[in-house]
């Protein structure tokens, strides 16, 4: 039964960390700040602009649809988002690469 203790809790910190809805994701993914940032994943695209086209679907899906793929998805979400976070500059947030790379990945720090 580890396993589901484990999805469960993958499913928390997941929602807890990602605190853009679907369409706040896709609103930013327009934009040219969403463009600017992240590693290329070999066809022009971010890791992180892919990433959050994962996000999404997995927002949009019931929790009881939730495939094993979906919950490793959102185990590599928590670790990004955890360490990105230990990165926060001293100035600048509003027009940092940070920022910036974090919402790409769903989570917005400045969010009320």
Known sequence: MKE???QETAYHR?????NMSPAEIERWLSTEES???G????DGESIGRKSARRI???KKTKKADLQEADYEHMHKVISYISRHMAQQ??????????LYSLKNWGHDPLKK
């Not at 997941?14 to 990602?18: G, I």
């Not at 590693?39 to 070999?42: H, L, P, T, V």
């Not at 500059?89 to 940070?98: A, C, I, Q, V």
Request: zero cysteines.
């Open 14 to 18: 997941f929602n807890e960390l990602v």
């Open 4 to 6: 589901a203790t484990e």
């Open 89 to 98: 500059p001293t100035h600048d947030l509003e027009t940092s690469n940070w």
């Open 56 to 58: 999404i679907e997995i």
């Open 35 to 37: 463009n600017k940032v």
């Open 39 to 42: 590693q290329d994943s070999g």
